[in-house]
């Protein structure tokens, strides 16, 4: 397995990995979580992928897409900022130029490969592929809305997360929204034996000049 980052995608295998990404969204959030979102021809997405973000992609041997996570700059629009501020204590973020957005995160836990207990490993590879690629770009805490049983697996994996305000019900979810560190240290811990990210970014779009001068 490895991780994979895509952003605006130039070729057809790129644009496949990313179908398979939204069909992989709809049958966690809609299938198994049985969130209130938006299914088209079998897959799930939002206002947001139409911001051009970064896309974490866990990909297996075959080219299956075991899992992702989607990343945005916390400057801009923001899902927590625009749809869940009731999880925010001020009802608002106030975020800076070194915080980045992590959403639309999930894992087929059905694929190969599970190192421990409850954490599969592309879970693992995902959070440390968070964490490297937002230090690379120069950013320093990532911030996410998320659910309660998210929130415990994250302290399980060594990841634990500052709360940004009390949980609340959404739907048949009870959410939370939080801060996550990105450091070296936290990285080390996370990154499981096989990991491995692959940039893609200087065939995807032109680096701004903030991420040319950060350096992992």
Known sequence: ??????HMPND??????????????????????????TIVAGEERDEFDELDP???????????VLGTARLLPAIGPTMLGRKFPMLLTQGRLEPHSRMVESSRFCVDTRSPGRPTGILHDATLSLFAAIIEWSMRHGYEEIVTATDIRFER????????????????LIGNVKSIAGILPADANSFERLRPPTY?????????????????RSQF
């Open 54 to 64: 970064h896309y974490l992609l866990a990909v297996g041997e075959r080219d299956e």
């Open 196 to 212: 491995r990210l692959e940039e893609r970014l200087a065939r995807s779009a032109p680096r701004s000049e903030h991420e040319q």
């Open 153 to 168: 697996l994250l302290r399980h994996a060594g990841w634990p997360m500052k709360r940004l305000g009390e949980p609340q």
């Open 1 to 6: 397995m490895k991780i994979v980052v895509l």
């Open 12 to 37: 057809q295998v790129e644009r496949a990995l990313l179908q398979k990404m939204f069909s992989l969204r709809a049958c966690v959030f809609r299938g198994r979580l049985n969130w209130d979102v």
